[in-house]
C-alpha cells in the first residue's frame, strides 16, 4: 500500500486566509462568508479578477504559513504513520503566481509543510523524497502511478477520474457528500480516512 495525498484544499484550507487577504485589501464585506469559493465568487461578480488573481499569489506564496490544516489532518496522518501506512505527497502546483511577485509557490508550500511538522522527527517525520510538485495536472497524475500510489486524496474530481484502475480514487468533500462513481471513497472528515484504507 502507498497512500497518495494531494495538498491545496486537501491538507491545507485557505478559506479564513483568502477572506483575511480580501477584507484588509478592502474588497469584500467583512460579512461575506469565509470561504474561498465565496470571496472568489464575489469578486468575479464585482468585475475584479485580476485581484483575485493577485490574491492568489500572496496567499499561496508569502502567506502561505498563515493557512491552516483541515481539522483532523495531522492527528489522522500522525495514526496512518504509526499504523505503518506509507504516505506521498503530489500536488499540482504551478512553481510561480501568474500575477505579481515570483514567489517559489513550491517552497512556499514545503515552508508550510515544515512549519506543521511534516519533517520533524517528533512529528510526522517525512524525508523531502515523499513531497512532490508538479506543473501540470498530467505531470501529476504521472507521478501518482509512477511511484505506485494504491489510493490517491484528492479534492477534485477530475483528478481522480484521470487514475488508472491500480489507483483506488477517495475524495476529499468537506462540505458534504458528493455524487461519484460507485467504486470510489470519499470522506468528509479526516477522521474518517483511516477506516476507509484499512
Known sequence: MLLGLDF????????????????????????LPAQKNCVRNYLRQQNQEDEWTSMQGEVYGNRITEAVS????????????????????VSHKTRTPYQGP???????????????GFF??????????????????QEKV???????????????PEILEMLPKTVQPILFAPTGEVSTPTDWYQFQSWMDLPQLIA
Not at 491545496?8 to 460579512?31: C, K, M, Q, W
Not at 520533524?120 to 501540470?136: A, H, K, R
Request: aromatic share 10%; glycine share 8%; charged share 15%.
Open 70 to 89: 483541515f481539522p483532523g489532518v495531522l492527528p489522522t496522518l500522525q495514526k496512518l504513520t504509526e499504523l505503518g501506512v506509507p504516505m506521498c505527497l
Open 142 to 156: 504521472n507521478r501518482i502511478v509512477e511511484l505506485g500510489c494504491s489510493h490517491y486524496v484528492d479534492d477534485l
Open 8 to 31: 491545496d484544499n486537501t491538507l491545507i484550507s485557505y478559506d479564513t486566509l483568502f477572506h483575511l487577504v480580501a477584507v484588509e485589501r478592502g474588497l469584500i464585506p467583512v460579512d
Open 102 to 116: 515570483s514567489y517559489d509557490l513550491h517552497q512556499a508550500a514545503r515552508n508550510w509543510l515544515t512549519q506543521q
Open 120 to 137: 520533524s522527527p517528533v512529528g510526522l517525520n517525512w524525508g523531502t523524497g515523499q513531497v512532490f510538485f508538479e506543473l501540470t495536472k
